[in-house]
């Protein structure tokens, strides 16, 4: 039946063109070959038969006629190429041609069915890709068009690996170049992008010498089509550029060939990315010692050293950085062999400042001090002693800050070494004034290790002739070293201070603030024992008006809590608005304090100048926490004061205003609340929660709440159902949809995020005092007013039944009055955080100036 169906179907040719004959040819051809296609692939998969080349030729001769009469081939056809592509190396190249023209000339629906089909997560195009199937896969790509080959190169496997990826995986020669060749040129960069990342890199730091081939056959073949720089110079993560890849791991050789083939100007570019100074090439290689590949670069490259504008740092500053002494030596050489003024090329190379940082390199060797011995630095600094003009050299050592860096570090063997040699350095200051009783006292290294502070007293015992007069010396931000040693947890440091003379008075009156606000931690937590000793020494001891004494020394105005004025619209302008806007408000003389929920960034806080000192915006970013002497503490929200200042105010004045600011919004708070009675308002807290990008900040209460309310502080005015009438009234017009109200309710800072910050809020507890008091006097009256509110709040019975059974037992508890019930279930309708945010508004916004109800309730 077989012989016959196959010569049938062989035998076929046009004259048979009646619809007659091709049906019956067609089914007649198709029932005889499907048992034996059965067979055959099912043998293919259990590799039970040999190739048997008569069946094969009745398979495809059953797809072809199948295209021929009716452009396509059916599910079962498309199912067997696809079994036959999956066992490709069991049928001879012959055949291989056969099928793949058969595919080639499919139509693109077709040809997408098929290889659209994927095994485990594997596209079934990718399993040909193997250096065994080169042949194969070359006959395959070049009969294809372009539509088809573009569909393949975009198919990727479930670990996002692109046909080029395979390729590159077997570290092949032909079968990456052969990949390759099929890639159109415009599409090249983007495809070797994909690549090179966590493909061909590896490639670089293989020790095998086919990896080796085949890096340089990539080389070769970007070289031809003018992609070679953009291959080098990829910016990708640290160690996943190619130069990174070459300099890490010190393929001289692979360096070698790559420079050969770049144009001059082209050579520079290779050795830069826009990473860190450590992500450098040269800084690796460096790193590594891999001096074979520097010498190398040096002699093929001779101007990398002197003109090298595009590096963040070069690496002569690096190696001190990282206290790599061997590069002196090898560089000698260099200069030697080129025939250099061994003395003028070091002053050139040293005594400039490098081109973007402006930082010598002694200053790096405070770093140097922090990762390497102290033995180390020594030998750097003499290496550098040695080659310069002692003149040059003590420029350099005075310019630099390398005893402050060295004392930071708690490297005190190197400071020791540095003030026997050198004692000039004992009264050189920072450019914050800080001298270097304020650095030993000073640690920003991540964890404190307690031999530190051992080494600083030991120090400090050893120095105390020369560091005595320095310990109650203020630097620009206003810190002692005594309060620097407290607030980086060097308690023991602090007592040696106290016990020379140190006088907690000063850091008192100076800088306040900067114990009580600031939360003085080593990793974020709070460190209790250094609290312990603030208090003691009487840092919590301020009234409320001394607090506002201290702000009136810095601000013109006699009373500045007269008036406060919500500023939360201008900040809705745009950004290009809000200066002008703010000006104008600050010419009628008018001071703003109000917490501001803004982004949460990692500087602790911002100090904005606008229009040349003419308004001042002080503003906190981060949460203060303020210490009490039971050991509990508050967390103090982001702030904001703007205020005008008097004439002659500068920068120093701002830094050391703040620390005033951000206390005394605090005790301005409780001001109120013992004032008021405001428990409402008692408790609040901040709980950021991250959600992509965006930083929201969700207070429960507000400090500004209790702020709003300076104003209404005398007034005696009820809150009554005329009262809640006439603000229904005033707002149903401004809001037509519950959305607008919502939006109104969230406060949207135009910037680069456009983050939006919940503000407002009444705590439930007293809302539902309130809603009580309100039934008992006027439920009336009240009733019809909330159903004419219903326009715009939407409220039903329904949302009575979302509420849990716990809050239904709660509310009804209020009242065991039917009629009272059914009214506050209709109020808990709006949902009770709606309710309260309409409340708090009415009295916020019209001035219902009475809170007698909520406290006697």
Not at 303 to 308: P, V
Not at 313 to 325: A, D, E, L, Q, T
Not at 460 to 475: A, C, G, Q, T, V
Request: glycine share 4%; charged share 25%.
């Amino acid at each position: 039946m077989l012989a016959i169906s196959s010569g049938s179907i062989s035998g076929y040719d046009s004259k048979l063109s009646t619809p007659l004959i091709k049906k019956a040819t067609f089914i007649g051809a198709l029932a005889a070959t499907l048992f034996t296609t059965y067979q055959y692939c099912k043998g293919l998969k259990k590799q039970k038969i040999k190739k048997n080349g008569k069946t094969f030729l009745a398979l495809i001769t059953n797809i072809k006629f199948q295209i021929l009469i009716a452009g396509n081939i059916n599910a079962l056809s498309m199912s067997i190429v696809r079994r036959l592509f999956l066992n490709c190396q069991k049928i001879s190249f012959a055949q291989f041609q056969i099928l793949f023209k058969i595919v080639a000339d499919l139509p693109i629906k077709n040809f997408k069915e098929i290889f659209s089909f994927k095994i485990k997560g594997t596209p079934l195009f990718h399993t040909i890709i193997h250096p065994n199937k080169i042949e194969f896969l070359d006959f395959f790509l070049q009969e294809l068009t372009d539509e088809k080959i573009d569909f393949l190169l975009n198919q990727i496997d479930e670990n996002q690996n692109t046909f080029l990826h395979v390729a590159s995986r077997h570290n092949d020669k032909r079968l990456m170049l052969s990949s390759l060749s099929r890639v159109p040129d415009l599409d090249l960069m983007t495809h070797l992008n994909k690549m090179t990342i966590d493909k061909i890199t590896p490639l670089v730091s293989s020790e095998k010498l086919q990896c080796y081939y085949a890096t340089k056959a990539i080389l070769d073949y970007v070289t031809q089509k003018n992609c070679l720089l953009s291959l080098l110079t990829q910016e990708n993560a640290q160690l996943n550029n190619f130069m990174q890849r070459i300099c890490y791991f010190g393929k001289t050789e692979l360096l070698i060939y790559v420079l050969e083939k770049l144009k001059p100007k082209e050579k520079l570019r290779i050795f830069c990315c826009s990473g860190t100074d450590s992500s450098q090439p040269l800084n690796l290689a460096l790193e590594r010692k891999q001096f074979t590949l520097l010498k190398r670069v040096l002699d093929l490259l001779p101007e990398i050293l002197f003109n090298d504008p595009s590096h963040t740092m070069s690496f002569i500053h690096y190696s001190c950085r990282r206290g790599i002494p061997d590069i002196f030596r090898h560089i000698d050489e260099h200069l030697s062999k080129h025939q250099y003024n061994l003395q003028s090329a070091w002053q050139r190379l040293l005594s400039n400042l490098d081109n973007l940082n402006e930082v010598n390199p002694i200053s790096y060797l405070g770093e140097c001090s922090r990762n390497t011995s102290s033995d180390t630095a020594i030998c750097i600094l003499e290496e550098i002693k040695r080659r310069l003009k002692i003149e040059v050299f003590e420029k350099l050592l005075m310019d630099s800050e390398i005893l402050h860096q060295t004392l930071q570090n708690g490297r005190c063997q190197f400071a020791e070494y540095l003030i026997s040699r050198y004692p000039q350095l004992a009264h050189q200051k920072k450019k914050d004034n800080k001298n270097i009783c304020h650095s030993l006292a000073f640690y920003s290294n991540g964890k404190k290790h307690e031999l530190l502070e051992e080494e600083r007293i030991e120090f400090f015992n050893r120095n105390l002739k020369m560091l005595s007069p320095l310990i109650n010396e203020i630097d620009n931000n206003g810190n002692t070293p005594l309060l620097l040693s407290y607030g980086n947890g060097f308690e023991e440091l602090a007592k040696c201070f106290i016990k020379q003379g140190a006088c907690p008075v000063i850091a008192n009156r100076i800088n306040n603030n900067k114990l009580l606000a600031h939360t003085w931690s080593v990793n974020g937590s709070l460190d209790f024992k250094s609290a312990k000793y603030k208090l003691s020494s009487g840092y919590m001891h301020f009234s409320f008006k001394e607090i506002l004494a201290s702000i009136r020394e810095f601000n013109s105005f006699e009373n500045p809590l007269e008036e406060i004025i919500d500023i939360f619209e201008v900040f809705n302008l745009p950004l290009n608005q809000q200066e002008a806007v703010l000006l104008k408000r600050a010419e009628k003389k008018e001071i703003w304090i109000k917490p501001l929920y803004i982004k949460m960034a990692k500087t602790g806080h911002a100090i904005t100048l606008i229009g040349s000192q003419k308004l001042v915006i002080l503003q906190n970013r981060t949460p203060y926490t303020v210490l009490y002497e039971d050991g509990t503490s508050v967390d103090l929200p982001p702030a904001m004061l703007i205020f005008k200042p008097k004439k002659g105010f500068s920068s120093n004045d701002i830094i050391q205003l703040q620390n005033y600011v951000f206390f005394s919004l605090h005790e301005l708070k409780n001001h109120l609340q013992d004032q008021l009675n405001l428990q409402l308002f008692s408790s609040y807290s901040l709980s950021p929660q991250k959600t992509g990008n965006c930083t929201f900040v969700n207070p429960k209460g507000s400090v500004f709440a209790a702020l709003a309310l300076v104003r209404i502080q005398n007034s005696s005015d009820e809150i009554n159902s005329e009262s809640i009438k006439n603000a229904i009234d005033a707002v149903k017009p401004k809001f037509n949809s519950w959305n607008e109200f919502n939006k109104w309710r969230m406060l949207k800072v135009h910037g680069e995020d456009a983050d939006r910050y919940l503000i407002g809020g009444i705590e439930s507890k007293a809302l539902l005092q309130y809603i009580n008091k309100l039934i008992k006097k006027s439920f009336k009256e009240l009733l019809p007013h909330l159903k004419e509110c219903s326009s715009f709040f939407p409220f039903d019975g329904k949302n009575w039944n979302m509420l849990s059974s716990s809050h239904k037992n709660f509310y009804n508890n209020i009242s065991r009055n039917e009629e009272r019930l059914v009214f506050i279930k209709k109020i808990l309708a709006l949902n009770h955080q709606i309710l309260n945010e309409l409340i708090f508004d009415y009295i916020h916004l019209h001035e219902l100036k009475s809170l007698k109800l909520l406290t006697e309730a």
